[in-house]
């Protein structure tokens, strides 16, 4: 990986959030047997994994608490141009952060709470309220959750006035039987799979912005297709629970699951196991991503260290297994492809398409 | 109550907040049932309640997510005007607010996930983040519960640049054997148990900035016991999940709890039932909350309709049960005392000492 860091350049400096990370796990780490009178604990091998799994008799519970970033400042800015209140965008992609990091360790979301955070009650003028709330319900819908409750306060002085700051958090349940997905069992030898994202999704919304202040029309430009830069920008983000639920429950051999956000490619690594993954197809760029990258100026290793350029969600399957979960995405109207392999070596990440390579150093989450 | 809103002058406008919060209660309930398949399912008589109850089986468990407010900034402004740091406080009432919360519906907490999100990477240097983590993990050990991750994002151009937005999220569990406490067993005759609070807890922190705004010293006057106006508002606030376990588990008969945050006292007739909950005996004032309404001018019909007043929890038992609550709270080293009763009647707070009565149309939650 290079080490200009277009994403710092944006704003959003990985490199210090990633080792206060490393400190509040540590400190996170100490407490996992609290509630231990109370019949739970908190399985550590989940500490850096996308959910908490903790273990409350012989049933395993995955809790996240993940938020949709800045995305809805694109979501203001493009009302702003446009009139169009694309806020409904907002409220999906708030749910579609959660319930796929959920999804990761093998649960499936339960309930879901909202945190809608503004920074005047002025926010809740107009029809925003009730396009973000119609978003975050049918997201709900799409990933088999409730929708539990949550917190919408008002944070004068902190949130930006014009501003909403968005985050869900999750419980989900992983089905008897079946033990939670925590890297333990990825193998050399193991299918990955890609499946296909259709664009943004919820990363990438910093430099969204940036580039749009560098653009003459800003969100308004014009990509090839005719859609405007701010519309792709705002395109719903997919859920991949019902992938994952159907997998499961069709008894395919999945060993390990990784959602692709912050960190691009390089959260094909996030197992904390010492192995090769090595991707010898990519799936097709959207047309936003590639747009995106060309005017960030990104190189090809920067932009797949950064966005998911069209890998929305990685499985990695045993040997022979990676057909069925093409088949089932494509049953399901995703569209996936058996792009590479786990091998044995040093943890790693090789793109082979693009004579990319991502070392162990460049994703430290732990 | 009075017309006049002191807390919509300092920025917040409850009435337009729980106008929407009623439309996302709406949509959410609409969606309860969706995780059926999964085996769970939201309890409706949950909604509009602290904390959502989902029954899984024969188990039942309570989901919060809750904002800490503003308290940070204060926590920002007494380190600028000081140098100390008491990010540790606003740590710990992140947490407390959230578990407060999940044990009302006598669910034990058993994790907790984190919400740091910061205007700028900038945020992280000094002893900050440090001091966040250790007040986070410290009530996490007071409360019971494990923490175990959350989501840290910077929020470039969406929060303040020098301000941090806290959160946090909240699984807990019911006790095999109780049902959940939802306002059904309520009954006229039940004894009223106000547990003292220690000051600010975590609501009021916009009236304290807006007061410090107009005093010569900010958050560095001194109050008449000689401590800072600032460091008494940063007071850790009390957790009261050690005295609901211990109620549950001698087997008081509790019928509801209500944690005293927002809204203040008119938070007593939280249930959703037609109940009047008369209050004959107040507990003593802590000096910063005495102080804070005298300087932003509230009359006490005001102040008791906005800030705790040294009422932080109130316990509902059968009668009779009241002094059990008190001696079960002096143990734990907290103060509390039989304040009052249950009533036939409207649903109204009568506090009798200070001839208020605040009516049902003051505090509409659902």
New interface residues.
């Given amino acids: 990986m290079s080490t200009r860091d277009p994403y710092a350049e944006?704003?959003?400096?990985y490199t210090?959030?990633d080792?206060?990370?490393r400190?509040?796990?540590a400190?996170?780490r100490?407490?996992?047997?609290?509630?231990a009178?109370?019949?739970?604990?908190?399985d550590d091998a989940?500490?850096g994994e996308p959910?908490?799994v903790?273990r409350?008799g012989d049933?395993s519970?995955a809790?996240?608490?993940?938020?949709l970033?800045?995305k809805?400042?694109i979501a203001r800015d493009f009302e702003a141009v446009t009139g169009v209140d694309r806020y409904d965008s907002a409220g999906y992609d708030t749910v579609a952060a959660a319930v796929n990091d959920c999804c990761c360790v093998g649960a499936?979301?339960?309930?879901v709470?909202?945190?809608?955070?503004t920074g005047?009650?002025s926010w809740?003028a107009g029809t925003r309220?009730?396009s973000l709330?119609?978003g975050?319900?049918r997201a709900?819908?799409d990933c088999?959750?409730?929708?539990?409750?949550?917190?919408?306060?008002?944070?004068?002085?902190?949130?930006?006035p014009d501003?909403i700051?968005l985050?869900?958090?999750v419980?989900g349940?992983v089905?008897a039987g079946i033990e939670p997905l925590l890297g333990g069992t990825l193998a050399a030898g193991d299918e990955i799979v890609l499946v296909s994202s259709c664009g943004l999704h919820q990363n990438g919304a910093?430099l969204v912005?940036a580039v749009a202040c560098r653009l003459e029309l800003g969100l308004a430009e014009p990509l090839a297709s005719g859609r405007l830069f701010g519309e792709a920008a705002l395109d719903s983000g997919v859920i991949y629970v019902g992938l994952v639920e159907q997998l499961l429950a069709r008894g395919v051999a999945v060993h390990y699951l990784s959602h692709i956000t912050g960190h691009g490619l390089r959260k094909l690594m996030r197992a904390d196991r010492e192995l090769t993954y090595r991707i010898e197809r990519l799936p097709e760029v959207p047309e936003l991503l590639g747009f995106l990258a060309e005017k960030a100026g990104l190189s090809a290793s920067e932009a797949y260290a950064t966005l998911n350029m069209g890998a929305g969600f990685a499985c990695y399957v045993a040997a022979g297994s990676g057909a069925q979960v093409v088949e089932a995405a494509e049953g399901l109207g995703l569209t996936a492809l058996v792009a590479g392999s786990v091998e044995p070596g040093p943890r790693r990440v090789v793109l082979e398409p693009l004579g990319i390579e991502y070392a162990a150093r460049d994703l430290q989450l732990r």
């Fill in positions: 944006a704003g959003v400096d210090t959030l080792a206060a990370k400190r509040a796990v400190a996170a100490a407490t996992s047997s609290n509630p009178t109370r019949g739970a604990v908190v989940s500490r959910a908490t903790v409350v049933a519970y809790f996240v608490l993940e938020c970033g800045t809805s400042l499936l979301p339960l309930v709470n909202a945190y809608f955070a005047a009650a809740y309220h009730a709330v119609d975050f319900a709900c819908g088999g959750a409730a929708w539990g409750g949550g917190e919408s306060p008002t944070l004068s002085g902190l949130v930006v501003g700051d985050a869900a958090a419980v349940v089905p910093s912005r």
